[in-house]
């Protein structure tokens, strides 16, 4: 083959990869819309019923605005209202979702480690950002730097580089204790290093959700195996040991998992790590971010600590089964299901031999019924023949009697009252008019009517401080109360109008 033929095969390999096929398609745009709708930064597992109605929810919507969105049965979409569950049932498929169980048995989704790179991807190309920057600079070069300094084997050189940044540092922290300013980056170099740093966590979920993948992978060859007794146990046993020290060692996802997991097993740089995120987000650059990208930056170690969590809990189930698989695994019994099912098999061939396509053979497939006579399911109790007991008589004297002055106290506002207390106030204030009235006209519960009254003013819907409004309850107790008043004129019209209302 030709360097042009190998360029074709690794370029069309790469093409083929899930990633480039969600963001290829026709319908890629509504996709990678419903996906970084559902799936939201803080969001990363979503119950199957609720994605199923978020998924028909978000593309009828696009369909209503003429975007061109996926059809359910994996055609162009038209005029059919789509099927969330069969959307998600190809996109499943199409190794973009992942359909899992939840602790507490219920079925959720998660978006795959392709589906994370390509939304990478999306938000990388939709920045408005410079590739080239100093920031990303001055961090290739302190990565190289740093790297160079721990492979570096001579002892006299290794000295030499601590003196020099012993020497530096000192120099920077005489500068300061001597009185001088200290010297901060401006609003674009902050944004700028921001944005690189955005970038780097933006892939750590597709990373860790990569190692997921890996150890779920290698658990449903395991339980192949187990199933299929290709091997011994203790083959089977050895090589996922190997294969789990090989996953974490000489790949680069399980490298970085295991990176973040010494991350996380130091207390102090863990502090360090969200104090420096405190400060970055303190700086006056910061006010020009969204609420959405403060609230990401600062998960930061949230998101470190999700990924090696769901990492781990597959490393779990995985053990779990291998554990059970050895406590529950009968070989005695298996093999003789499996002679059992051979035995069938060859008499299922010597029939086939001698018999024809139309001939039956009655197999008895269930067990006959047992004939057992009906039982009885409920036994005689006596309270069920029992006369219930006699009704007693009702006491008159219970109730006292109520007339219509007692149902006024305890009913609502006295607005007739109110109103002409108000049109009687002249000039002054609407608490003036409230506190004239009489005590058994200043209850509680009028408060609403002359709020009801007082509605439409603007003194009084744009207050900006309350009066204490003295009220009085049907038992006589008083009540004050905060609540916006407004000014009166004598030739005040307002409760005219909302009696015309």
């Not at 609003?187 to 993948?213: A, C, H, W």
């Not at 607005?415 to 608490?431: C, I, V």
Request: hydrophobic share 40%.
């Amino acid at each position: 083959m030709t360097d042009v033929d190998l360029e074709y095969a690794r370029v069309r390999a790469v093409l083929d990869r899930p990633t480039l096929r969600l963001v290829s398609r026709p319908t890629s745009a509504a996709v990678v819309a419903v996906f970084r709708t559902v799936f939201d930064r803080d969001v990363q597992y979503v119950p199957a019923d609720r994605m199923h109605l978020q998924v028909e929810e978000h593309v009828a919507r696009l369909q209503a605005t003429g975007a061109r969105v996926p059809a359910s049965d994996q055609g162009e979409a038209d005029d059919v209202r789509p099927n969330g569950r069969a959307l998600c049932r190809e996109w499943v498929a199409a190794q973009w979702l992942v359909r899992s169980n939840s602790p507490d048995g219920d079925e959720q989704y998660s978006l795959t480690s392709h589906a994370l790179e390509a939304l990478s991807l999306v938000d990388a190309l939709s920045a408005d950002r410079a590739l080239i920057s100093e920031s990303r600079l001055a961090m290739i070069v302190d990565a190289v730097h740093r790297w160079a300094a721990r492979a570096e084997p001579d002892p006299d050189v290794q000295i030499r580089r601590l003196d020099a940044q012993i020497a530096e540092l000192q120099a920077e922290r005489d500068r300061l204790a001597a009185g001088d300013g200290v010297e901060t980056v401006d609003d674009d170099r902050m944004r700028d290093g921001y944005t690189n740093i955005s970038d780097l966590i933006r892939q750590l979920p597709s990373d860790f959700k990569r190692v997921e993948e890996a150890v779920a992978t290698m658990h449903r060859s395991i339980v192949e195996d187990f199933r299929n007794e290709v091997r011994p146990i203790g083959e089977i046993l050895d090589d996922y040991l190997a294969r789990t020290d090989n996953l974490m060692q000489s790949t680069p996802e399980g490298r970085a998992f295991e990176g973040a997991f010494e991350l996380l097993r130091d207390d102090a740089l863990l502090l360090r790590l969200r104090d420096d995120i405190a400060t970055i987000l303190a700086h006056p650059f910061a006010a020009t971010l969204e609420p959405g990208e403060r609230r990401a930056f600062r998960n930061t170690v949230g998101i470190l600590r999700q990924g090696i969590e769901d990492v781990l809990a597959r490393r779990r189930q995985l053990t779990a089964t291998l554990r059970d698989q050895i406590v529950a695994h009968d070989v005695v019994r298996d093999r003789e299901l499996d002679a059992v099912l051979r035995s069938v098999n060859r008499g299922l061939a010597a029939w086939v031999a001698v018999g024809s396509a139309r001939d039956r053979v009655p197999l008895g497939l269930l067990p006959d019924a047992a004939e057992v006579e009906t039982l009885r399911e409920r036994f005689y109790d006596p309270d069920n023949e029992s006369v219930p007991p006699p009704i007693e008589e009702p006491d008159d004297d219970v109730f006292d009697d109520l007339d219509v002055e007692t149902l006024r106290r305890h009913g609502g506002p006295l607005l007739t009252e109110l109103r002409a207390a108000l049109r009687s106030a002249g000039s002054g204030s609407s608490d003036t008019a409230f506190h004239g009235l009489p005590p058994e006209q200043r209850r509680p519960v009028e408060l609403f009517g002359l709020a009801h009254l007082l509605t439409g003013r603007p003194d009084f819907e744009e207050a900006r401080h309350v009066v204490a409004h003295r009220t009085v309850r049907p038992d006589g107790e008083p009540v004050t109360f905060q609540m916006p008043t407004a000014a009166l004129t004598a030739d005040d019209d307002h409760t005219d109008a909302q009696e015309a209302r």
